[in-house]
């Protein structure tokens, strides 16, 4: 009997022993589970703030990047509206010089004006290397933009691949020895319309 009794408190001891280890155990769990939730949470919000501060430390040099590329774009597009605005008075100085080789008015606007000669009228127009008026006055203004030839380098009216460039070339009189003389050249960069203007008055070499 004894025995039997012994082996009856050790089973009882037994299922308390593991009542109690199955309840420890449940509560570690649980412990276990609340600490990772919480562990979760805080490395969602690290993560946030990580992502913050990388966004931020990154937008300083891409904006920076990005103006240095406009900024570079830009002055090379005025550096060539301004040869081309230059280009615009050097071609009516050159009609002018021409004029008076040919023996004709420095304007060409009385007497004989034929092979040589360009009539410096008063009037808004599109001259390029290419002009020759010989007795008539230059291309008048159409506002075309100007051509560009990769072979030749030059620009034109007359051949090449169209680019965003336009020039205008206008005369005036301002008194009866002097002509006044003024280039512009105009285009759109990054959805803003420019201009360079550029002027000069022409005298009468006679």
Excluded at 113 to 130: E, F, I, K, M, N
Excluded at 150 to 162: D, H, I
Aim: charged share 15%.
């Amino acid at each position: 009997m004894k025995s039997i009794q012994a082996i009856n408190q050790s089973v009882a001891s037994m299922k308390a022993i593991s009542i109690h280890r199955f309840h420890r155990a449940k509560r570690s769990i649980a412990f276990i589970e609340r600490n990772d939730s919480s562990f979760s949470g805080f490395t969602l919000l690290e993560t946030i703030v990580a992502l913050t501060l990388i966004v931020s430390a990154l937008m300083g040099p891409f904006a920076l990047a990005s103006s240095g590329i406009f900024g570079a774009k830009f002055s090379r597009s005025k550096i060539v509206a301004l040869n081309l605005s230059q280009e615009g008075i050097e071609l009516i100085r050159q009609m002018r010089e021409n004029n008076v080789l040919s023996g004709a008015q420095w304007r060409g606007l009385s007497g004989t004006c034929g092979a040589g000669c360009t009539r410096l009228q008063d009037g808004s127009y599109q001259p390029d290397v290419y002009t020759s008026a010989n007795g008539s006055t230059p291309p008048v203004s159409t506002n075309v933009a100007l051509l560009f030839d990769e072979v030749s380098g030059l620009y034109s009216q007359t051949s090449g691949t169209a680019t965003r460039f336009t020039r205008v070339v206008d005369i005036s009189t301002p008194s009866a020895d002097q002509m006044r003389v003024l280039s512009t050249v105009t285009w759109v960069e990054s959805g803003v319309g420019r201009r360079i203007q550029l002027e000069v008055v022409l005298y009468n070499w006679l």
